[in-house]
């Protein structure tokens, strides 16, 4: 244990005694002589933005207190000051009102201590332990923008839920009485979730169903990550491999093989490209009825189609992004005239976000997010500007 770290308990025991007659606005938690109380209060009050372990959680931009250069990089002025004043421009609260001097020592102490912690145990969150001093590249808050997929990788044994709206039928900024529909909020949506799960830090499964106005598919997938920019690569790179077969998947069966590969511009932003090919792709068209035979089995092509993204956070837990997805292959006998596109504004909280926006697209699975208004709604010019619709995507970690 380093003297600096003696120092503070010393001054925290201090400080406790010297408050010891003021019992009734003290905190139990600030027992004298040793970090125990501080781990405590720290475990209440700032593992939230913190982490548990003190290792900073990536969607706070939090720092890692058990980095030997982060610690190099604070005095023990600095630790106390910023715990009782808070940092302006960041998420950091003033704790001067809240906790007593005391308190404010022993929660310093113990976040000095966190410099001669041992490594984090086997299976501990991989995920809450990327942080901002540490990281050197951009950490998605969603699978994807808001179709294309960002390729970002699960915490091991993580399971996830993901939930898509897409309000296809009515535009957003044409036709009539758009604000007395509230431009297509009171229309139908579609629908659709899903689960993914982490097999490994690398490696995991997912399955995803749509509604039956669009086809009613069912989407099996198996996803690898290979390179990772945490790991000092140049790129972000990951490979998938999916199934969908409509009407529950009894017929119109499609296969998918997808690179995702995506480059950071410093930690607030990143770039995606992601080349896909679909294998007896079908036209994404609207069944007028839940019976199963208003679902025909439709003639198949191979395609071909590359989206090209982008993210940049404007808050700590604040994001726009835009996608654009063009079909090169077969794009014309699937309906699809134009790129499908989209772009939005994401809400990252901890394990969980939302993704508001607009897109051409009411496709959510592999092979229909690169199909457009244009087909579904049988209008070739239902996929430009004026046909945009408002989509909305919402991710939660379960665990």
Known sequence: MTGRTLLLMFAASVASWSSQSQASSASPAASPGNASGGAAIFARECAKCHGP???GLAEFKTPNFTDPKVQARLTDEQIVTTIKNGKKGTLMPAWSKKLSSSEILLVAAFVRSLGTAQPAPEGSNSKDARTSDAQTSYDPGDDVLLSLPTGRPLDRHGFYVNFTHRFAYDAAFSGTARGGALSGLEGFSLSSFGFRYGVSDRFSVSIFRSPTFTARPIQLMLAYNF??????????????????GQNNFSRNFTHNIEVIVSRSIGTRAQLYAVPTVSLNNHRLFSPNSYRSASIPNLPGYNTFSTGFGGVLDI???????????????????????????????????????????LTNSPGATVSQRSGTRAAFMNDPSADTFKGLVIGFNLTRQLY
């Open 53 to 55: 372990d003190g290792k």
């Open 227 to 244: 390179f990772s920019e945490q790991n000092n690569a140049p790129v972000n790179a990951a490979v998938r491999f999916s199934t969908e």
């Open 315 to 357: 808050r700590p837990t604040v994001a726009i992004l835009a996608e654009v997805i063009p079909t090169f292959a077969n794009g014309r006998p699937l309906g699809i005239h134009r790129p499908a596109f989209g772009f939005g504004i994401q809400k990252k909280i901890r394990r969980h976000a939302f993704t508001l926006g």
